[in-house]
């Protein structure tokens, strides 16, 4: 939902720059994946306030419920069960769009307009707009994108930027009862990371750290995670992820060299016939035929 | 119509209606497709209805011009076997584009370029029916990765057929007495025996 009140960096699809005068400060919402005791407050403040009701799903034995994303499920809390040093551990992460400073599906997507960065940081999608290609999910290093089956328009977490845009905090943000997301600016955010890690390290979580993966220029949805070194430990977190090269490809400067060689060939053929000129059947063989006709 | 009953028979109806239906159907799917391209081609969608409708219709077009190629494919491939004087025609190429047609070496029905077109037009029409699919999400939920090759892959083809249809049609354009064959299905005489001696020859028997 494209907001007033808030600048646009980019737009999909627009070749011309987006406004650029003001700059404000750059949000971003910190998830501390070892607080988090996976109450899904979150995901019911989500639905509530983005007025989104998920069918009543089956219960398949783990908790995850809903057990993925959809047009009605922008986040969703991944519940997983895994053996470190011989200790079990119940890793738990709320799911959903990470907001990257370089967004494949932005890049992605062909209609003008429909999914913006606002200058804050938040990657938005502007439904309006979308034509439901599925291109966005196409380029999402982070399998984020829904295709409602309803109306067959794209949905994800908008980081609540009509919240944002009115200086109040996502939803989820104020629901968490262990305080486990904090919404700020992206230095604070950092800073307050940096503060958990460190306390984690000194409970020997040794390799806790901070994730705000650079191969997708940082995201303005970070974890504090006990296990750094191995996020796809968390319900397979992509360790490094960055727009696929394949996508970078397709939608790099191969898309106006290809124009220009399409151009190039039209009008080739057009001066081609201005300077040539047409290919007529010659005289010569013309006069053989007539020839033949006259006996 | 008769037009002079002396001109040779190059297509019958079918052949050509056949014909028209891949060539309006490449038009469509080119219009439709590059408006989800570049930007700067993004206005074409408002001749299908605007870019939801240019995105439905698409796919299903694109069913029909496959279906419609792979009979034409079938009907002519024999008529396109590649030969050694086809591979002369081919080496004298760059003379006739010049503008000198003289020293080409006596064609069939089709000349080496023709044929040349057919063989790679079948490949890229393969290849854009199977990467079509693998990103027609309306229907279709594949592997990431395949999805990604398949967006690239048909984007990348779809420049490349565009430009040869380009060379197709002007090809036909360029060449006078050519476009009759797809209105009339007949050429005039001297028309084969300037283009398609060896064809002129066994039709004529001269
Ligand atoms: C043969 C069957 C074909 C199928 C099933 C097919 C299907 C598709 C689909 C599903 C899309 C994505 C947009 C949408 O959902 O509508 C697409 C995009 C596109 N199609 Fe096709 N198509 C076919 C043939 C063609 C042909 C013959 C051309 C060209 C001349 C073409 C040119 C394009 C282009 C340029 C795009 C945009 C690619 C991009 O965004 O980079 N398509 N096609
Ligand atoms: S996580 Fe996916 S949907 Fe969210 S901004 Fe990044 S690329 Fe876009």
């Known amino acids: ?295 | 119509m008769i037009r002079d009953p002396k001109d040779l028979k190059r297509y019958t109806a079918s052949e050509r209606a056949n014909h028209w239906v891949v060539g309006m159907s490449f038009i469509l799917l080119a219009l439709s497709g590059l408006s989800f391209f570049h930007p700067a081609f993004f206005p074409l969608n408002q001749l299908f209805g605007g870019p939801v409708w240019a995105r439905i219709l698409h796919p299903y077009v694109g069913v029909l011009m496959a279906v419609s190629f792979l009979i034409i494919f079938l009907r002519f491939f024999k008529l396109n076997v590649m030969t050694k004087r086809d591979i002369d025609w081919l080496k004298r190429a760059h003379e006739m584009v010049n503008g000198n047609d003289h020293n080409m070496p006596e064609q069939g029905k089709y000349n080496g370029g023709q044929k040349a077109l057919f063989w790679a037009l079948g490949i890229c029409m393969f290849l854009m029916t199977v990467s079509g699919i693998l990103i027609w999400r309306a229907y279709f939920h594949f592997d990431i990765t395949a999805v990604r090759l398949g967006v690239l892959v048909h984007a990348a083809v779809a420049s490349v057929m565009i430009g040869m249809i380009t060379v197709h049609v002007y090809a036909a354009i360029w060449v006078k007495g050519t476009i009759r064959a797809m209105w009339y299905g007949t050429v005039t005489r001297a028309w084969a025996k300037q283009h398609h001696r060896g064809w002129y020859r066994q039709v004529t028997g001269k």
């Open chain 1, 1 to 295: 939902m494209p907001l007033q009140s808030l600048d646009i960096k980019r737009r999909s699809a627009t070749t011309t720059e987006s406004t650029q005068a003001r700059t404000p400060i750059e949000v971003a919402k910190l998830i501390d994946v070892s607080t988090c005791i996976g109450c899904k407050a979150c995901q019911v403040a989500c639905s509530e306030w983005n007025e989104l009701r998920e069918e009543v799903g089956e219960n398949i034995g783990v908790y995850d419920n809903p057990t993925d994303l959809s047009a009605q499920a922008w986040t969703v809390m991944r519940f997983s069960e895994v053996e470190t040093a011989g200790k079990l551990e119940w890793l738990i992460r709320k799911d959903g769009c990470m907001h990257c400073a370089d967004p494949g599906c932005l890049k992605s997507c062909p209609s003008p307009g429909a999914i913006i960065q606002y200058k804050n940081g938040i990657v938005d999608f502007n439904e309006e707009f979308c034509i439901g290609c599925g291109y966005c999910v196409t380029g999402c290093p982070f399998n984020i994108p829904r295709i409602s089956k309803e109306d067959g328009k794209a949905y994800k977490c908008s980081l609540c930027s009509d919240r944002v845009a009115v200086g109040q905090e996502p939803a989820c943000v104020k629901t968490c009862p262990t305080g486990a997301i904090s919404f700020g600016s992206k230095e604070d955010m950092t800073e307050l990371a940096a503060r958990r890690v460190e306390d984690l390290k000194s409970r020997g979580y040794e390799n806790a750290g901070l994730y705000d993966p650079a191969g997708v220029g940082g995201t303005h949805v970070m974890y504090v995670l006990h296990h750094a070194d191995k996020p796809e430990l968390y319900s397979g977190l992509r360790k490094d992820p960055s727009i696929s090269p394949m996508v970078s490809l397709w939608k790099g400067v191969t898309k106006p060299l290809a124009t220009l060689a399409m151009a190039s060939v039209v009008l080739g053929s057009l001066f081609h016939y201005v300077t040539k000129g047409p290919n007529e059947v010659s005289r010569k063989v013309e006069e053989e035929i007539e020839k033949e006709d006259a006996q």
